[in-house]
């Protein structure tokens, strides 16, 4: 069965350094999506991409994040100067097409960020 | 804005009996709604998605919304200690949209 696939599964940083998680949709989902849980708390969007471009974003998403699609499989989230408060798991997601149950979001097993 | 409201818990249910989770809703807009299951360190596991009113069925899985009410809920029988897990749910907003998750209800499943 299709997965979403993400690498690392643990990333270490040190404040300050930039960081590129890397997402592999499921291959004919045409929409994507991260979100990050910090731990103990909810699971909160962060960004929504489509077609090559950012559809939505949250307050979350600021000038720090960006994402990308640099081929026709990966799908990354980047964060150009981590701070302590971005030690979080991060979910990357995909879903097939925006009409009832095909906008079934499907996660990936998640990217456990800590910043020291 | 969407929002959605559960029961944090802890619920703590027998082994076989019935487990019942709540969800309510914020935006009458919502048409339809996931119900996600998330293992303590793990990612969050599509149980069922509902978008009519009433019932839908799916094994030992039952999901209810009364969109009146703006109310959904999952019904579990026999509960298994494997079902111990925090459950989430989520309205679909569709396409490009976001989910936006509650706290989600722990859910322990006692031997």
């Known amino acids: 069965e299709p997965e979403v696939t993400q690498t690392p599964s643990h990333q270490v940083t040190q404040m300050g350094q930039e960081v590129i998680l890397r997402c592999v949709p499921i291959?004919?989902?045409?929409?994507f999506y991260w979100y990050r849980q910090i731990l103990g708390q909810k699971v909160e969007f962060l960004v929504s991409?489509?077609?090559?471009?950012?559809s939505e974003k949250s307050e979350i998403f600021d000038d720090q994040f960006s994402v990308e699609r640099p081929d026709g499989s990966n799908f990354t989230l980047k964060i150009r100067s981590t701070k302590l408060e971005d030690s979080a798991m991060y979910f990357c997601?995909?879903?097939?097409w925006g009409l009832g149950s095909t906008d079934t979001q499907y996660f990936g097993p998640g990217t456990r960020l800590t910043v020291l | 804005q969407k929002e959605v409201e559960q029961n944090s818990g802890p619920l703590s249910v027998p082994e076989g009996a019935i487990a019942s989770l709540n969800c309510t809703y914020s935006?009458?807009?919502?048409?339809?709604f996931f119900w996600y299951r998330q293992y303590s360190g793990k990612s969050p596991e599509l149980i069922m998605f509902?978008?009519?009113?009433g019932d839908k069925e799916d094994g030992r899985f039952t999901a209810q919304l009364n969109k009146a009410s703006q109310y959904v809920s999952l019904l579990i029988r026999d509960s298994q200690p494997s079902d111990s897990a925090t459950y989430l749910c989520?309205?679909?907003?569709?396409?490009?949209?976001?989910?936006?998750f509650g706290k989600g209800t722990h859910l322990i499943i006692q031997p």
């Open positions: 997601a995909s879903s097939e």
């Open positions: 935006d009458r807009g919502s048409q339809s």
């Open positions: 509902i978008y009519s009113n």
């Open positions: 989520a309205p679909s907003g569709g396409g490009a949209d976001g989910l936006t």
């Open positions: 291959s004919n989902h045409l929409y």
């Open positions: 991409f489509y077609n090559n471009e950012i």
